[in-house]
T-cell receptor
Framework: AQSVTQLDSHVSVSEGTPVLLRCNYS??????LFWYVQHPNKGLQLLLK??????LVKGINGFEAEFKKSETSFHLTKPSAHMSDAAEYFC????????????FGPGTRLSVLP | DTAVSQTPKYLVTQMGNDKSIKCEQN?????MYWYKQDSKKFLKIMFS???????INETVPNRFSPKSPDKAHLNLHINSLELGDSAVYFC???????????????FGPGTRLTVL
C-alpha cells in the first residue's frame, strides 16, 4: 500500500531563511507526487507536482521539490521564507489498489517568525 | 467563477440530526471526491464518483451517503450525526478517475461541521 511520511509535524523558520519540509513515500507504482498547501481556514492549493520529466520540480511562490528515487523522498524547499508562507503543507502520493486515490501525509505546519 | 464550491461553509447541529453538504464544480471534470479532515489536520478520502458512478468507497459508516445527480455535483448526506463526525469536509474534483502525473485534484474551501 502507498503511504506518505512527513518527518516534521511543525517547522519554524525566520523570515528570509531557507525552508525545508521533508517527505518520504512508499509506492508500488512509479509514483505520482504532489505538494499541497493549506492556509488557515482555507482550502487546499496545489504547490507543485512530480511529472517524471525532471527530478527537480518548480512550483508556485518560489517553492521547489526534488524527487530522489533512491531515497524515496520528495522534500519541499524554498530559498527564502516569507511571512505569507505560514501554513500547513501536505505531501501526497497516488495510492489505492488501482492508483485511484490520493494518499495524504499527516501535514507539516510551517511557522515563519519575523 | 469559483472552480469547486461547497455549501454551507459552516454547519453546527445537534447529535442525531441528519444534514447534507453540497458540492459543485464548474471545471468540466469527470471525477469528484469527498475528504474528511480531522482535528489533527489529517486528510482521508471517503468517496469518489466518476461520471456519477461510485468508484471509491473507503471504510466509512453507512450513515454517510454520497449522491451525484450529475457529474458536476456530489453531495454528502449524513444521517444520525455523532460527535465524532465533527470535522472539516472537503470536496475535490479531477479531470478523470486516475490522479495521474498531470492530473491533480482541485479542492473546495471546505465545510466545517460541528456536532454538539
Amino acid at each position: 500500500a502507498q503511504s506518505v511520511t512527513q518527518l516534521d509535524s511543525h517547522v519554524s523558520v525566520s523570515e528570509g531563511t531557507p525552508v525545508l519540509l521533508r517527505c518520504n513515500y512508499s509506492s508500488s507504482y512509479s509514483p505520482s507526487l504532489f505538494w499541497y498547501v493549506q492556509h488557515p481556514n482555507k482550502g487546499l492549493q496545489l504547490l507543485l507536482k512530480y511529472t517524471s520529466a525532471a527530478t527537480l520540480v518548480k512550483g508556485i511562490n518560489g517553492f521547489e521539490a526534488e524527487f530522489k528515487k533512491s531515497e524515496t523522498s520528495f522534500h519541499l524547499t524554498k530559498p527564502s521564507a516569507h511571512m505569507s508562507d505560514a501554513a500547513e503543507y501536505f505531501c501526497v502520493v497516488r495510492g489505492g489498489n488501482y492508483g485511484q486515490n490520493f494518499v495524504f501525509g499527516p501535514g507539516t505546519r510551517l511557522s515563519v517568525l519575523p | 467563477d469559483t472552480a469547486v464550491s461547497q455549501t454551507p461553509k459552516y454547519l453546527v447541529t445537534q447529535m442525531g440530526n441528519d444534514k447534507s453538504i453540497k458540492c459543485e464544480q464548474n471545471l468540466g471534470h469527470d471525477t469528484m471526491y469527498w475528504y474528511k479532515q480531522d482535528s489533527k489536520k489529517f486528510l482521508k478520502i471517503m468517496f469518489s464518483y466518476n461520471n456519477k458512478e461510485l468508484i471509491i468507497n473507503e471504510t466509512v459508516p453507512n450513515r454517510f451517503s454520497p449522491k451525484s445527480p450529475d457529474k458536476a455535483h456530489l453531495n454528502l448526506h449524513i444521517n444520525s450525526l455523532e460527535l465524532g463526525d465533527s470535522a472539516v469536509y472537503f470536496c475535490a474534483s479531477s479531470q478523470d478517475r486516475w490522479p495521474g502525473l498531470h492530473n491533480e485534484q482541485f479542492f473546495g474551501p471546505g465545510t466545517r461541521l460541528t456536532v454538539l
